[in-house]
């Protein structure tokens, strides 16, 4: 069965600091793979996907993930974290592009002064 | 380009009655996804379809939910008999090839 798993329900972290929010994924090939993010009450926004090719993804806001095949994970970065990155974090996987998402369970990531 | 609309963005009904949630994809977007988001959960797949047709709805309840995305008009989520493990927050997503989300219904059965 396909899965994606976010080990980390919450996460703390300092303003200024690094952030690392973990996804694992399980599928019979190789996924398509994005990360969203959901602030209190909103909708999701569409941070970075992965489709294929360079196994290092840009995405918005100052993030970028890494798509490691032998560790079945798309973990996602940010070099320094502002306050406004508090919000809900969903790592998703699809086994093409159009196809339904899994999702993660989600982190919830607070940012201290 | 307007982006995914979704309305009412809160819906309160008393059980027994009927919901109908209403998603207007993103334009030259032919393909609409519903998920569900119970309280403190991730979101779950419901049912993905494109004009006229449902091309998988795996995740539906095989009772009292069912969705349409006709010609014409907006994609339509309707909930009969609402209950209370119904409330929830419910997206619409379109895409060409990655999923762009609306800002969600929030249901509340009382």
């Known amino acids: 069965a396909q899965s994606v798993t976010q080990p980390d329900i919450h996460i703390t972290v300092s303003e200024g600091a690094s952030l690392e929010l973990r996804c694992n994924y399980s599928?019979?090939?190789?996924?398509?793979l994005f990360w969203y993010v959901q602030s209190p009450g909103q909708g999701l926004q569409l941070l970075l996907k992965y489709f294929s090719g360079d196994t290092l993804v840009q995405g918005i806001k100052g993030f970028e993930a890494e798509f490691k095949r032998s560790q079945s994970s798309f973990n996602l970065r940010k070099p320094s974290v502002h306050w406004s990155d508090a919000a809900e974090y969903f790592c998703a996987a699809g086994g093409a592009a159009g196809n339904k998402l899994t999702f993660g369970g989600g982190t919830r990531v607070l940012v201290k002064p | 380009n307007a982006g995914v609309m979704q309305n009412p963005r809160h819906l309160v009904r008393r059980r027994g009655q009927e919901a109908r949630l209403r998603c207007s994809p993103m334009?030259?977007?032919?393909?609409v996804y519903w998920y569900r988001q119970l309280p403190e959960e991730g979101l779950k797949f419901m049912v993905y379809?494109?004009?006229?047709?449902?091309?998988?709805e795996s995740g539906m309840p095989k009772e009292r939910f069912s969705a349409e995305f006709p010609k014409e008009g907006p994609s339509i989520l309707r909930i009969q008999q609402v209950v209370r493990g119904d409330s929830a927050a419910y997206f619409c997503?379109?895409?060409?090839?990655?999923?762009?989300f609306g800002p969600g219904t929030r249901l509340t059965v009382l």
């Open positions: 997503a379109s895409s060409v090839d990655t999923q762009y």
């Open positions: 334009k030259g977007h032919s393909h």
């Open positions: 379809l494109q004009k006229e047709n449902i091309i998988d």
């Open positions: 599928y019979g090939a190789t996924p398509y």
